[in-house]
Protein backbone atom coordinates (compact mmCIF):
# COMPACT_ATOMS: atom_id res chain seq x y z
CA UNK A 1 0.00 0.00 0.00
CA UNK A 2 1.36 3.42 -1.39
CA UNK A 3 1.19 6.65 0.76
CA UNK A 4 -1.59 7.92 -1.47
CA UNK A 5 -3.79 4.95 -1.07
CA UNK A 6 -3.60 5.07 2.83
CA UNK A 7 -4.04 8.73 2.97
CA UNK A 8 -7.14 8.10 1.02
CA UNK A 9 -8.30 5.90 2.87
CA UNK A 10 -8.07 7.42 5.82
CA UNK A 11 -9.53 10.44 4.29
CA UNK A 12 -12.71 8.29 3.37
CA UNK A 13 -13.24 6.96 6.80
CA UNK A 14 -12.83 9.96 8.23
CA UNK A 15 -15.49 11.55 5.90
CA UNK A 16 -17.78 8.31 6.27
CA UNK A 17 -17.50 8.88 10.31
CA UNK A 18 -18.52 12.88 10.01
CA UNK A 19 -21.45 11.80 7.69
CA UNK A 20 -22.41 8.87 10.33
CA UNK A 21 -21.80 11.08 13.14
CA UNK A 22 -23.59 14.37 11.64
CA UNK A 23 -27.56 13.60 11.93
CA UNK A 24 -27.26 12.62 15.70
CA UNK A 25 -25.46 15.48 16.98
CA UNK A 26 -27.27 18.22 14.59
CA UNK A 27 -30.36 16.83 16.29
CA UNK A 28 -28.94 17.10 20.27
CA UNK A 29 -27.35 20.68 19.42
CA UNK A 30 -31.00 21.75 17.72
CA UNK A 31 -33.19 20.45 20.82
CA UNK A 32 -30.44 21.47 22.90
CA UNK A 33 -31.07 25.25 21.78
CA UNK A 34 -34.96 25.07 21.74
CA UNK A 35 -34.36 23.50 25.52
CA UNK A 36 -32.18 26.52 26.49
CA UNK A 37 -34.05 28.94 24.77
CA UNK A 38 -37.50 27.45 26.80
CA UNK A 39 -35.01 27.82 29.31
CA UNK A 40 -34.19 31.27 29.31
CA UNK A 41 -38.00 32.47 28.75
CA UNK A 42 -39.56 30.53 31.79
CA UNK A 43 -36.25 31.48 34.09
CA UNK A 44 -36.16 27.49 34.71
CA UNK A 45 -32.17 27.16 35.28
CA UNK A 46 -32.63 23.62 35.86
CA UNK A 47 -29.55 21.62 34.55
CA UNK A 48 -30.86 18.41 34.34
CA UNK A 49 -34.03 19.18 32.52
CA UNK A 50 -32.05 19.67 28.92
CA UNK A 51 -30.72 15.89 29.24
CA UNK A 52 -34.18 14.05 28.86
CA UNK A 53 -35.77 15.61 25.86
CA UNK A 54 -32.13 15.77 24.39
CA UNK A 55 -31.69 12.04 24.55
CA UNK A 56 -34.92 11.06 23.76
CA UNK A 57 -34.50 12.82 20.57
CA UNK A 58 -31.40 11.36 19.64
CA UNK A 59 -32.38 7.64 20.28
CA UNK A 60 -35.63 8.70 17.99
CA UNK A 61 -33.32 10.27 15.35
CA UNK A 62 -30.69 7.03 15.59
CA UNK A 63 -33.87 4.66 15.03
CA UNK A 64 -34.90 7.02 12.03
CA UNK A 65 -31.97 7.39 10.31
CA UNK A 66 -30.59 3.95 11.17
CA UNK A 67 -31.30 2.48 7.71
CA UNK A 68 -29.45 4.94 5.70
CA UNK A 69 -26.06 4.62 8.06
CA UNK A 70 -26.34 0.55 7.81
CA UNK A 71 -26.35 0.96 4.00
CA UNK A 72 -23.23 3.50 4.36
CA UNK A 73 -21.48 1.34 6.46
CA UNK A 74 -22.24 -1.85 4.34
CA UNK A 75 -21.37 0.08 0.86
CA UNK A 76 -18.04 1.41 2.65
CA UNK A 77 -16.97 -2.52 4.36
CA UNK A 78 -18.10 -3.95 0.85
CA UNK A 79 -16.30 -1.53 -1.42
CA UNK A 80 -13.15 -2.46 1.71
CA UNK A 81 -13.13 -6.14 0.97
CA UNK A 82 -14.78 -6.80 -1.74
CA UNK A 83 -12.22 -4.47 -4.23
CA UNK A 84 -9.86 -4.16 -1.44
CA UNK A 85 -9.75 -0.42 -2.58
CA UNK A 86 -11.88 2.79 -2.00
CA UNK A 87 -12.40 4.57 -5.35
Known amino acids: MSIEQASDLIRETLVLTLIISAPLLVIGLVVGLIISLLQAVTQ?????????????????????????????????????FGGGMLP
Not at 55 to 80: C, E, F, K, N
Open 44 to 80: IQEQTLTFVPKIVAMVVAAILVMPWLTALLMDYAARM
